[in-house]
Nanobody, 123 residues
Framework: QVQVVESGGGLVQAGGSLRLSCAASGRIDSSGALGWFRQAPGKEHEFVAGLWWIVGSTLYADSVKGRFTISRDTTKNALYLQMNSLKPEDTAVYYC????????????????WGQGTQVTVSS
């Protein structure tokens, strides 16, 4: 079973950038996908971006398209989320996730969740 640990959150001003990293361990099969969710206070988990590990195809939430980029390094089993042009509404705890049920926005498809890293964007 895949396990994930994320890092890289912090405090940034609006318009700034942050890069999140996620270290994955365990077997990722051909239908495996890794991605990022976020949860703001009082809100449900929201899909941010995902990546089909073997193929490299990506999926983004409309709210982050053009600003966030998800990528991977297969040699390191590492996943990244480059976040540019950050807005105060991006403030949330960001979770790295992994699953073997294909690339989808549904949280039900991801069985492994990291502990979360806080991203705070000040206005």
């Amino acid at each position: 079973q895949v396990q994930v640990v994320e890092s890289g959150g912090g405090l940034v001003q609006a318009g700034g950038s942050l890069r999140l990293s996620c270290a994955a361990s365990g077997r990722i099969d051909s239908s495996g996908a890794l991605g990022w969710f976020r949860q703001a206070p009082g809100k449900e988990h929201e899909f941010v971006a995902g990546l089909w590990w073997i193929v490299g195809s990506t999926l983004y939430a409309d709210s982050v398209k053009g600003r966030f980029t998800i990528s991977r390094d297969t040699t390191k089993n590492a996943l990244y989320l480059q976040m540019n042009s950050l807005k105060p509404e991006d403030t949330a705890v960001y979770y790295c996730v992994a699953g073997n049920r294909g690339l989808t926005m549904g949280p039900w498809a991801y069985s492994a969740w990291g502990q979360g890293t806080q991203v705070t964007v000040s206005s």
